[in-house]
């Protein structure tokens, strides 16, 4: 095998577009990635960076090193039944990027033992700032979690779990929790026009404050809640802003929030799943 595998994404939406994109920037050879997808037209602006399109699944899988199952979670039985042959033959690693479906699904879908790493991404992975919690089912060699782990932290923060189970936590923390900040951001720049900014004004420093704010708690080892406080002068302007938000219970909706996310996806698999 060369030094890329070949992968192939079944589905060729938001997530896998954002996989492929961080890839592609990130100096994954186009010409090792291929697309499928049921309208080959949607796929055009794919086929011209260079990526082998299709429309027929099983076609775009052949010979794959990996097949990336990025479709929606309500469409994976009816999509993997019918790649069933093809996976016995090759035998590529399946990763799958779907919320909530377990790999005993996958696995009896594509007709049993098949190597598969479960991946919650999300789409900051377009830009390489991508957070990627990964499990693996029993099938996957070591040789095939390295080659997942390589393929993933190219988009981005890669980290395993030891239990399935904890990628519905990790759906409601980063595989959603980019939806969070947009909310939030959509809300400051709306308040901030409020109070007197235009549209362009209080969206860049909007954006621009959760950026420093994300960096500087990267970098820094000091934690959010300490950053937080030095932020807040006694008696100063934040202080009364995160008094507001501790008297409207902030904590408490994040925790409503978070839960409601995980139960969805505890839900999808049950809904879902033939385990
Ligand atoms: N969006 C996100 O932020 C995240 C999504 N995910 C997961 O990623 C997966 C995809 O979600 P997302 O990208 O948002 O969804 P999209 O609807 O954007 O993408 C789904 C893709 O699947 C294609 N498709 C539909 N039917 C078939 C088929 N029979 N064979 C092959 N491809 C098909 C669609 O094509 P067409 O447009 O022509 O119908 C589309 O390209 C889901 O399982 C989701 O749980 C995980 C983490 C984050
Ligand atoms: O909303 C969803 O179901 C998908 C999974 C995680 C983010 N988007």
Known sequence: MSQHPTLAFIGA??????????????????????????????????ASQGLFVSAN??????SADIVVLAVKPQMFKAVLQPLA????????????????????????????????VRCMPNTP?????????????????????DQAERVLSATGLTLWVEQE??????????????????????AM???????????EVATQLTLQTARGAAEMAL??????????????????TTEQAVFSFQANHLDT????????????????AKELGDD
Request: proline share 4%.
């Open 57 to 62: 699944n099983n076609e775009a899988m052949l």
């Open 85 to 116: 042959i093809t996976a016995a033959k090759n035998k590529p690693l399946f990763i799958s990027v779907a919320a909530g479906i377990t790999s005993d699904s996958i696995n009896q879908w594509l007709g049993g033992n098949q190597a598969i």
């Open 219 to 236: 970098l820094s080892d000091i934690d959010p809640a300490e950053l937080r406080r030095r932020v807040c002068s006694p008696n100063g």
């Open 125 to 145: 992975a377009l830009v390489k700032m991508g957070a990627n919690g990964l499990y693996a089912n029993s099938h996957v060699s070591q040789a095939q979690r």
């Open 13 to 46: 939406g938001n997530m896998a577009r954002a996989i492929i994109g961080g890839l592609i920037s990130n100096g994954f050879p186009a010409d090792k990635i291929r697309a499928s997808s049921p309208t080959v037209s949607k796929l055009a602006d794919l």
């Open 189 to 199: 720049i709306t308040a901030a026009q409020k109070q007197g900014l235009t549209k």
């Open 165 to 186: 189970e904890q990628l519905h936590a990790v759906t409601a923390v980063s595989g959603s929790g980019p939806a969070y900040y947009f909310l939030f951001m959509e």
């Open 253 to 268: 909706l994040v925790d409503n929030a978070m839960q409601a996310c995980a139960s969805r996806s505890i839900e999808m």
